[in-house]
């Protein structure tokens, strides 16, 4: 995306290894397994650091311009080890406003940061998506709990967007859409006679703006299939 401005992954997977033979989709190129989210995030990142690579070899640093130096990496893939901890730090911020006191909020925040797979995902290999699916999902939670019982469009139009932010990342993670058909389910239910129809009618709307907020934004993933 940054470099030769294509999706076509032959010449890249040619000049700097193939090593599990990515097969041929039926459009006659390598296939890319991994989703879309990840890459969108960097692609920045990648610009930015081969700009400070520019830079530094007017100064005789002879950094290669490919994108592929441990120089590259290094700045972009520390995004991984901020996500990790922009993640933890979300769930540690709802934590404190459900009424968690600082000290249950601590521990729980530095065993989750240091003694879970996030650790390994954010450090040793941070070029997987894994920590910023964290953040993304993260992200999704925190709304959606922090602003529990509002039922204006504009909640559902952010809830939708961070899903699609998070499938980008990690497909899978549509599945999180569960939590606002629990929210709703109990909502219809707490309500008797007409006034629960009112409120089906009203998550029915809701359901539908997060729909099409969550297919907007996964629609590059769409167009990299």
């Not at 010449?11 to 290894?17: K, S, T």
């Not at 990496?73 to 600082?102: C, D, E, K, N, Y």
């Not at 699916?133 to 469009?153: I, P, V």
């Not at 961070?162 to 309500?191: P, S, Y």
């Amino acid at each position: 995306t940054v470099f030769d401005r294509d999706w076509n992954f032959d010449n890249d997977l040619a000049r700097f290894g193939d090593p599990w033979s990515q097969p041929r989709t039926p459009t006659g190129r390598k296939g890319i397994p991994h989703p879309i989210g990840p890459p969108l995030i960097w692609a920045p990142l990648l610009a930015a650091a081969d700009g400070a690579a520019a830079v530094a070899n007017v100064f005789g640093a002879g950094i290669q311009r490919h994108g592929y130096t441990a120089f590259h990496q290094r700045i972009v893939f520390f995004s991984s080890v901020l996500a990790g901890f922009f993640a933890v730090w979300l769930g540690a911020r709802i934590s404190r406003r459900i009424g968690l006191g600082p000290w249950a909020t601590t521990y729980a925040a530095l065993a989750v940061l240091f003694g879970t797979s996030l650790t390994y995902y954010a450090t040793t290999m941070p070029s997987y998506g894994h920590a910023l699916d964290a953040l993304a999902c993260a992200a999704f939670l925190a709304l959606w709990a922090s602003t529990l019982g509002r039922t204006d469009a504009r909640r559902f139009v952010g809830l939708g967007a961070l899903l699609g932010i998070a499938a980008m990342i990690r497909i899978q993670e549509l599945g999180f859409a569960v939590v606002l058909v629990i929210e709703a389910l109990a909502d219809v239910i707490a309500h008797r006679g007409q006034q629960r129809w009112r409120q089906l009618l009203t998550w029915l709307r809701l359901g539908l703006i997060t729909v099409v907020a969550t297919a907007v934004v996964l629609a590059p993933q769409l167009v990299a299939w």
